[in-house]
């Protein structure tokens, strides 16, 4: 398909700054988006959302400073708003990624800006998030019903490789030129989950199962066609592997978890046929099936589920082979597969021909899609919050609609006093000026706000509009009590962090569990903390850890999820052991005097631009400020060379300061099956000391470290340190920009 043919083409003026000599020259530029595709289904990743890839191509390149893809999605009776488009623009090619709300038809609209201002624009109509899946077999999983059928919901689409389409019979990738069940089973699924339905169809008629193993695999006998299978000279038999890569080449391009499932109706073919010698036992049948499925999952990457039909019928009188049956369910008995429908059970009017063909009429094709919606139904549902095997212990997932007025930003704007006498987070009047009235009220983020104004604020205006959220608990395998709990926003790079193999190899020696939250209404912080505490009750009863609920807790999060991490401690001092706060988008969301007595470790990036505003020497004025004012108990690292977000070196020094301040907080005999965890209070004067990073030198840094007694420098200023090895692993971490096996004093 032609670009102009995939997105409707928008001609703009693009403003191109000559920078020499300021003057402006007009030229005309075009975006054409070429993914995704009209009428592509998406597969959502949770129940209200899924990640769109987005591709394009402009016709002139486009350059310059704080250039950005921007895109929104536009339905018959919603939108949502302009949001960045993580992703890059190289010469005349875009790339990006939008999170996307699940359902559809949408119009997804993207535009380039430089600066704010607009230089081109695109979009692409009857885009879909929605439930994807890869259908497989022989003749009744493909098009050769005796009647086409359509679908009726126009929420179901079929993808041929190349195009996407309104899933109307023949399915396009599939033998046949009829009907096949794939439409009302859309239908079905549309309804019941009001999502779009995507199928990927790869199914060929009359083939045995062992057409589809990979190439040479081998076997004693051949199939009854022989036209995708070669004798070698040894007398067995082989697979070509051509139906194996084409359906390798169907499922690889939408990518890890892609789709739902492979949808798998075969089985005719290698029972009961009229040459016995070209019947495949049953045992063999499970063996070739379960390499296909293997194999498969192997090469694309990812364990994809597999629903496994009942299916062997051939006419009336041989009505099923219970061989290949009992093969095909000894696949969902040991949990390799999903069971599919009984198809074998319909029969009569539901098969063609008056009921004397093997193939379905067409109230068998509606029927048999209802019987393949009655199967995957349920397991969907389940896959949200069904525990699930993950790095060496469990994981738990629950999502909710949660309302705007949650978030931090609604509550900053709905609900705290425009204060500007009682904050004394003035940093340096003598150095950079008494702060306007203006500047005091944004800076001030010690709202010190109860409950009951955030609802009485919440009853008068509103609770604004819905957003999912997703909670995830992973607990170690065998865990007997949960000691603590390290508590992450998804916002930035929390999402990564609760699935690193390192941290959860610390929570299983220390015996903690890890639990994350993800969505605008509390990644960035939120209102009421009773938000935070339902959920851990609620995932405790779900784990059978009902301790979880009273574990003390150590915070994390990057970037504006500092407003949870920085925020949450200053009003529950008491039940959090330490918190951290990665590259802070906003500084001064940690001047929390009443956190001062929680250990608290905040990390920059020297090159990250969220440090320059309002300026460097600001931002690293925060911590000491604290320090002098409320002897905090905090330290600052500041890596260099990097930017926004942590990179791999970033993490052992996250790990040591969780270690060392679990260590020196929650007490050996800690146990919260009795109740709350009374958490250890450090005495100041029995850490070390480390004297700040210096912004003028800049770069890495030899800092000196000492117990408290011992200082010689500012004891008022410099960066408290939990014990001797946190503060080693600190100063080689300013040195370096590392912590390396030899410095760290960690267990090995």
Known sequence: MALTQ??????VLLLSLALADSWSTLSAADLTLTAPLPHQVVQRSSPAKGLL???????????????????RLVGEKEATGWQRAGGSISGKRL????????????????????????????????????????????????????????????????????????????QPGASGNGGSFLPPLGDELARKLGVPIGYVACGIGATSVREWLPKGATFRHPPTIESRVEKRPDGLWMSKGDAYQTFLARMKPLGPRGFRAVLWHQGESDANQKDPTRTLP??????????????????????????????????????????????QASLVRDGIALAGPDSDALKGDLRERNGQGVHFSGKGLREHGLKWAEAILPWIERQWTEPRKAAGGTEWSDFAQLPASHA??????????????????????????????????????????SDEAWAAAVKEKGEGP?????????LPEGIAVVKGMVVMSGHGSGESLFHRADLRALATELGLGLFKFTGNPMQRGFWPRSLLFDRLREFGARSGHAEIGDAPLFLYGHSNGTGFSGVFPSYEPELVWGWVSMRPGITFQVYQPGAAQVPGLVIFGEEDHFLARPSREENLAVVPALRKKHGALWNIAVEPKTGHGPGEKTWPLVFSFLRHTFAARVPADADPRKGPVKLKTPAPENGYLGENWESAKG???ELTIAP??????????????VNAAYAADWQAFQRDGEISKADSTHPK
């Open 6 to 11: 995939l997105t409707r083409r928008s001609r």
């Open 466 to 474: 819905r957003e999912e959220v997703r909670f995830d608990l992973w």
């Open 95 to 170: 790339s990006g990624s939008v999170e996307a709300p699940a359902g559809g038809w949408w119009t997804l609209e993207v535009r380039v800006t430089r600066e704010g201002k607009e230089l081109a624009s695109g979009s692409v109509v009857k885009v879909g998030v929605g439930e994807v899946f890869v259908v497989a077999g022989q003749s009744n999983s493909a098009n050769h019903g005796e009647e086409k059928q359509t679908p009726q919901t126009g929420l179901v689409a079929s993808f041929d490789g190349k195009t996407w389409r309104l899933a109307e019979d023949p």
């Open 708 to 721: 408290f007694a011992g200082f010689s420098g500012d004891k008022s200023t410099t960066s408290w340190l």
């Open 53 to 71: 890839r987005i591709t394009g191509e402009l016709s002139e390149e486009v350059s310059g400073k704080d250039l950005a893809i921007e895109a």
């Open 408 to 449: 931090i930003g609604w509550v900053g704007s709905n609900v705290s006093a425009r204060d500007t006498k009682s904050w004394d987070g003035v940093l340096d009047e003598a150095k950079w000026g008494t702060p306007s009235p203006d500047q005091v009220v944004s800076r001030n983020w010690d709202w010190k706000i």
């Open 282 to 327: 049953g045992d063999l049948y499970r063996k070739s099936l379960e390499t296909i499925l293997r194999e498969s999952r192997r090469e694309i990457g990812w364990e994809v589920p597999w629903f496994v039909a009942q299916a062997s019928y051939h006419v009336p009188g041989d009505e099923g082979s219970d061989d290949i049956r009992a093969a």
């Open 699 to 701: 770069g890495y840094q």
